[in-house]
């Protein structure tokens, strides 16, 4: 009795032992036994990681869900790169024992940033971790690329970066110095392999305090609008990373740049200034201008000449604006304007406004010889342009002027025939006291006239057959009254302006009292072909000086 139940403890414990061993029995009989990691030492940012590693494992006769193979790669600033596979799942691991050799590319493990990491390999089984390897990694390439204008990089700077025409734009890298180095700029345009500029490591510069950020500066001297680019590229140990500024740049357009002063200085004189020297456009559009904002003065463009006058002669300050176009910007440029004119206004400039058809004078009668050519003006030339009534406003007035004085001229001619046609002529007042026969007439000595009843403008000499012929002893008298009545009816003529003259000289008075200078007028008439003496005596009888 007693050696049964030591059988049966012994029985029952055999059996605890064998449960013991079915609880904690390994997944993997044999278990791997020894892990050889091979990857490469060349590691870049963005690429798979490269390499090799060998598994040997012994008696596998159970391959269970739960054992599982582990690869971490580890960055104590970074997050953990990882991939864990079931160990039956793994490409190229068969069931049975043996040694395989696995590539790390199979895992696909990206690290994203450069610097140092720590490979970790290992096999789990239900969560017992069987076997393990470590090895260091160094990875190559980029933490940022980016783009800016001017050197002040290591501000945040914005996603769209503009610039322009003869502006200095810089690529920039934060990498560790791994490598080489090459930084490309293109252009609008540019194909991959045909960059517009591109730097080497050697012509980078770093920060003292931070060696690990580089950069390039370059100056744009022409115009190609868009977006460009900064592509940036890191090769380490035969494998090469590329990568884009994650900002972009974009070419705008250049607006007109003025090199005006601030002010101008303006007389009475008008200034004429050209505006081309004066505007640069770096994208060498063609520039329209365009001035206003005066009040005083007056502007005005011309293509590219500038005109400002000073009209008024004013004394004071005035401002111009000034734009200048290039069919996409505007530039506007304001100039201060000094004015020192006199204070007065000059007289006007414009022509004097004489009418355009001549003037027809009236007929005159032809004056005696007795009158010089200074004296009298030719016709002719007295032949000023019609003065209308709508440009002066005085030709009914002249008109009744002229009616009047010719009015007044006929009735003196008149007058005076009339009194000297009333004056007798004295041969007429000698009447003899008691009438003659005619013998007594015919013995009357030649040198008495005879006395007859017909009038004395008409007398008839009485001769004897035998006699010569007796003087006409009026004839000399009646000649001096035909003269003295022809000089009565001339004088008048002789002493009185012609109507040509007399409208001349109206024109200029009135020139006068508009404010023409004396000068002025005498060329306005000088061009109607009078002559200066006479002008001369009008102006003085007009007391224009």
Known sequence: ????????????????????????????????VSFTTEPATGQVTEQPLQGNFTLTLGDATDYSPTTLLEIRLINETLPVVQNITPLTSVPGLSTQPATYTLSLNTF????????????????????QNIQTATQSITVAG?????????????QLTPDRIQFQNNDTIACAIQAPKLGTFQLSF????????????????????????????CYVNLTITETVKGQWACLAKNTYEGKTVSKLARNSLEMINSPPRSTLPASLLLSNASLTLDLAPYFIDLDNDPITYQASGTTIASANVSGTVLTISNPTSAI?????????????????INISLSLEGTGIAPLPEEPLPLPEEPITPAPTPEPLNTATADQQPNLADANLPKITTEKTGLQ???????????????????FAIYQLKKKKNPLEQLTPAQPQTLEQQLNQTPQQPVQTSQPVSNPTPVQSPSEPPVQNVTSQTQQEAIQ?????????????????????KTFAQQKKNQGFTKEQIKQALLAKKWKEETLEQMFTELNII
């Not at 009914?396 to 008149?414: A, V």
């Open 108 to 127: 696909n493990l990206r690290p994203a940033q450069p610097g140092t990491y720590s490979l970790i390999i290992n096999i789990t089984s239900n969560g």
């Open 1 to 32: 009795m007693g050696r049964t139940n030591y059988s049966l403890l012994a029985l029952l414990f055999f059996i605890f032992l064998f449960g013991i061993f079915l609880v904690l029995k390994p997944s993997i009989t044999g278990h791997a």
């Open 396 to 414: 009914p007035l002249q008109i009744l002027l002229f009616s009047f004085g010719g009015l007044i001229l006929l009735g003196g001619i008149g």
């Open 484 to 504: 003295s009545e022809q000089a009565a009816q001339s004088a008048p003529l002789e002493n009185q302006p012609s109507a040509a003259y007399l409208q001349a």
């Open 316 to 332: 004071g300050n005035d401002t111009l604006n000034l734009l200048a176009f290039d069919g996409f910007d505007t530039a506007e």
């Open 186 to 213: 293109y252009k609008p345009g540019d194909q991959l392999n045909s960059p517009f500029r591109t730097f080497a490591t050697n012509e980078l510069s770093c920060l003292p305090d931070s060696p690990d950020f």
């Open 142 to 154: 980029f933490a940022d690329v980016l783009v800016a204008t001017g050197i002040d990089l290591a």
